[in-house]
C-alpha cells in the first residue's frame, strides 16, 4: 500500500479522488467497496458529517466519528431582487468567505472565493480594500460550489473564481480543487472560468497544465500608467509583460483569453481608451468582456452612461474586437463584482 494519504483528523475528506477514499477506508481496515460508497455519499449526497453515513456501521462511524468531510456552514444568507444570492460561509477556523450563487433559465453559476480577502488591493474593489487573511484550501472551494447545489436543489453548471481573493496566489489549491470539481462533482472544464490580475510566471505556468478551463484577466486600462492607478502590482509587472505572457498562453494552449475591463467614467472608457485597448490586443484570439463600475463606498468612481458604454464597445468593435458588456447581478444583494467582503456579518 501507498503512503498514507490522512495522517491526521484534521485534514478534511472532501477533494480525495475515488482512488484516494477507497485508500483511506481500507486504512481504516475496511474493505475497498466503502470507498466508492464514502465517495458518492460526499459528492452526490452532500453528506456533512461521516456520523450520517448511514450505509455504514455505527460502530464503525463511532470510530471515524474524528475526522472531518470539511464543508463549512452558511452563516448568512442574501436574495437580491434578481434572485442572485449572496452567501458567507464560515470555515472551520472561523474565518468568514463569501460564495455567490447566480441562476438563470439555463445556467446555474457559482462565483467562487479562493483567499480570505486578498492582497492585491486594486482600487475600485471591496475585497482589496479589507486586506488578505490567508489562501483558502482545496475543500473550501468544492465546499462553496456543493453549498449553492444543495441550496439552490439543482447542478451547478458554471463556475467563476471571481469571488474574493487572487486564484494565481493560490495555484496549487486553486488547480487541485478544479480537478476535484471537474472530476468528482462533474462539472466541465470548459465551464470553469480562472479569473486574475496577472501574476508574474504564473499564467505560463497554468499554460503547461494544458486545462480546458476559460482565462479571464482582468485587465481594466489600455496602457501602463492608468493600470498602474488601478493595479497596484502592475508597478512590478507593466502591461506589455502581461500581455506577452497572456500571447504565450494563447499559443500553447490554443484557448481563446477573456479581458475583463471595469468601466471608469471619464477615467478609462472614453474611446480613444478603446483605440489603445484594441492596439494592445490586436492579432490576438480574445473576447473583451466590459464590467460597468458597480459602486463601493471607499473611493468615488462613477458608471459612465449608456451612451457612453455604447461608445466604447462601438470602438471596440471598430477595431474588430470581439466585445460584450457584462451587467452584474447581485448589485441590491452587495453581491456583484468587486463588492464582496466579509464585513457584513452579523450574528
Ligand atoms: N483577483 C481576481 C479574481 C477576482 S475577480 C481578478 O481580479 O480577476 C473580480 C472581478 O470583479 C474582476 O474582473 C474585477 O475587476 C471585478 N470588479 C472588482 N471590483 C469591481 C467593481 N467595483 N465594479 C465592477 N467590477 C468589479
Redesign the pocket.
Given at each position: 500500500m501507498t503512503q498514507s494519504l490522512i495522517t491526521s483528523t484534521q485534514t478534511p475528506l472532501l477533494g480525495l479522488s475515488l482512488a484516494e477514499l477507497t485508500e483511506w477506508v481500507q486504512q481504516q481496515g475496511q474493505p475497498a467497496y466503502r470507498g466508492k460508497q464514502l465517495y458518492q455519499w460526499i459528492y452526490q449526497k452532500g453528506v456533512k458529517s461521516l456520523a450520517d453515513i448511514t450505509v455504514f456501521s455505527k460502530q464503525w462511524r463511532q470510530e471515524i466519528a474524528d475526522f472531518s468531510i470539511g464543508r463549512s456552514v452558511i452563516h448568512h444568507r442574501s436574495v437580491a431582487p434578481d434572485s442572485t444570492v449572496k452567501y458567507l460561509l464560515q470555515l472551520s477556523d472561523g474565518n468568514i468567505i463569501e460564495t455567490v450563487g447566480i441562476p438563470s433559465y439555463k445556467r446555474l453559476t457559482v462565483c467562487v472565493s479562493?483567499q480570505v480577502g486578498?492582497p492585491?488591493a486594486?482600487d475600485?474593489?471591496?475585497?482589496g480594500k479589507g486586506g488578505f487573511t490567508r489562501n483558502l484550501e482545496a475543500y473550501e472551494i468544492i465546499d462553496q460550489v456543493l453549498t449553492v447545489q444543495e441550496d439552490f436543489e439543482r447542478r451547478v453548471s458554471h463556475i467563476?473564481?471571481?469571488?474574493?481573493?487572487?486564484?494565481l496566489l493560490n495555484t496549487k489549491n486553486v488547480l487541485a480543487a478544479v480537478r476535484s470539481l471537474n472530476q468528482d462533482v462533474g462539472i466541465g472544464q470548459r465551464s470553469i472560468t480562472i479569473?486574475?490580475?496577472g501574476i508574474r510566471d504564473r499564467i505560463r505556468q497554468l499554460a503547461q497544465h494544458k486545462l480546458q478551463v476559460t482565462l479571464?484577466?482582468?485587465l481594466?486600462a489600455s496602457n501602463q500608467r492608468l493600470r498602474e492607478h488601478l493595479v497596484p502590482s502592475a508597478k512590478s509587472y507593466p502591461l506589455k509583460d502581461l500581455i506577452a505572457e497572456c500571447r504565450e498562453y494563447v499559443k500553447v494552449t490554443k484557448r481563446r483569453i477573456s479581458f475583463?475591463y471595469?468601466l471608469l467614467a471619464g477615467f478609462n472608457d472614453l474611446p480613444d481608451h478603446a483605440r489603445e485597448l484594441a492596439k494592445n490586443l490586436r492579432g490576438y484570439q480574445c473576447h473583451v468582456?466590459l464590467?460597468?463600475?458597480?459602486?463601493?463606498s471607499e473611493v468615488d468612481?462613477q458608471r459612465p452612461t449608456e451612451e457612453e458604454i455604447k461608445s466604447f464597445v462601438n470602438a471596440l468593435e471598430e477595431q474588430n474586437i470581439a466585445v460584450s458588456v457584462r451587467y452584474?447581478r447581485g448589485l441590491e444583494a452587495d453581491a456583484?463584482?468587486?463588492?464582496?467582503r466579509a464585513s457584513r456579518v452579523t450574528s
Open positions: 479562493s486578498c492585491m486594486c475600485f474593489c471591496a475585497t467563476v473564481f471571481m469571488g474574493m481573493g487572487e486564484p479569473s486574475t490580475v479571464a484577466i482582468s481594466h475583463e471595469i468582456n464590467i460597468p463600475y458597480n459602486p463601493i468612481y452584474s456583484a463584482c468587486g463588492q464582496l
